[in-house]
C-alpha cells in the first residue's frame, strides 16, 4: 500500500513570490507520481506528472516538480504566483500496475495575497 | 464533449433516505471511479470499475454500493444514508492505460442530517 503526506495544509504568500508545496510519498511498488489542482467549487484538474525519465517535470501554468528518489519526495514549486494561482493542491500516487486508483494527499491550501 | 458529468450537483436527504449519485463519460474510457472528499483528509476511494461489467472495493466502501451501468455511466448509491456520508463526492475516469490521467467530474455535494 502506498500513502502520501503533505506536511502544509496552508501557504500563504504574497504575489510574485516564489512557492513550494511540499509531498512525501511511500510505497512498497513503482508508483506514478501527480499533482492536481481544485480550484473553488471544481473538480480536479492534473497540473503535472512524472512517470519516469528526467527528474524535473513541467507543468501547466509555470508549475514544476522534481522528483527525489532518495527522499520520496515530490515537491511542486511556482518561481512567481499569481492571485489566479489560489486554490487547493493535492499530490497523488498510484501504482504502476493493479487498480491504478490514486491515493491523495491531504492536501494544500495555496492562499497568494495581494 | 462534456468531460465527465455528475448529478445532481447537491442534495440534502434525511438520515436512513437512499439515494443514487450518477456518473457519465463520453470519452469512452475503462475505468471509472467514486471518490469522497473530506476536510483535510483529501480524497479517498469507495469503488472503482476497471471496465463495463466489473467494479471492486476502495478504501472506504461500507455503506455503498455501485452499478457499471455500461462504458459510460457509474452510479454511487446510498441505500441508507447517515450523516457520517457528508461529503463532497467526485467521479473520475482514465482509459485504463498505463501511464494514468484521471478526469474529474464536477463533484456533489451532499448534506446527511
Known amino acids: 500500500a502506498q500513502s502520501v503526506t503533505q506536511l502544509d495544509s496552508q501557504v500563504p504568500v504574497f504575489e510574485e513570490a516564489p512557492v513550494e508545496l511540499r509531498c512525501n510519498y511511500s510505497s512498497s511498488v513503482s508508483v506514478y507520481l501527480f499533482w492536481y489542482v481544485q480550484y473553488p467549487n471544481q473538480g480536479l484538474q492534473l497540473l503535472l506528472k512524472y512517470l519516469s525519465g528526467s527528474t524535473l517535470v513541467k507543468g501547466i501554468n509555470g508549475f514544476e516538480a522534481e522528483f527525489n528518489k532518495s527522499q520520496t519526495s515530490f515537491h511542486l514549486r511556482k518561481p512567481s504566483v499569481h492571485i489566479s494561482d489560489t486554490a487547493e493542491y493535492f499530490c497523488?500516487?498510484?501504482?504502476?500496475?493493479?487498480?491504478?486508483?490514486?491515493?491523495f494527499g491531504s492536501g494544500t491550501r495555496l492562499q497568494v495575497q495581494p | 464533449n462534456a468531460g465527465v458529468t455528475q448529478t445532481p450537483k447537491f442534495q440534502v436527504l434525511k438520515t436512513g433516505q437512499s439515494m443514487t449519485l450518477q456518473c457519465a463519460q463520453d470519452m469512452n474510457h475503462n475505468s471509472m471511479y467514486w471518490y469522497r472528499q473530506d476536510p483535510g483528509m483529501g480524497l479517498r476511494l469507495i469503488y472503482y470499475?476497471?471496465?463495463?461489467?466489473?467494479?471492486d472495493k476502495g478504501e472506504v466502501p461500507n455503506g455503498y454500493n455501485v452499478s457499471r451501468l455500461n462504458k459510460r455511466e457509474f452510479s454511487l448509491r446510498l441505500e441508507s444514508a447517515a450523516p457520517s456520508q457528508t461529503s463532497v463526492y467526485f467521479c473520475?475516469?482514465?482509459?485504463?492505460?498505463?501511464?494514468?490521467?484521471?478526469?474529474f467530474g464536477p463533484g456533489t455535494r451532499l448534506l446527511v442530517l
Open positions: 473520475a475516469t482514465t482509459r485504463g492505460q498505463v501511464p494514468e490521467t484521471q478526469y
Open positions: 470499475s476497471a471496465s463495463e461489467g466489473t467494479t
Open positions: 497523488a500516487v498510484s501504482e504502476a500496475t493493479g487498480r491504478r486508483a490514486l491515493t
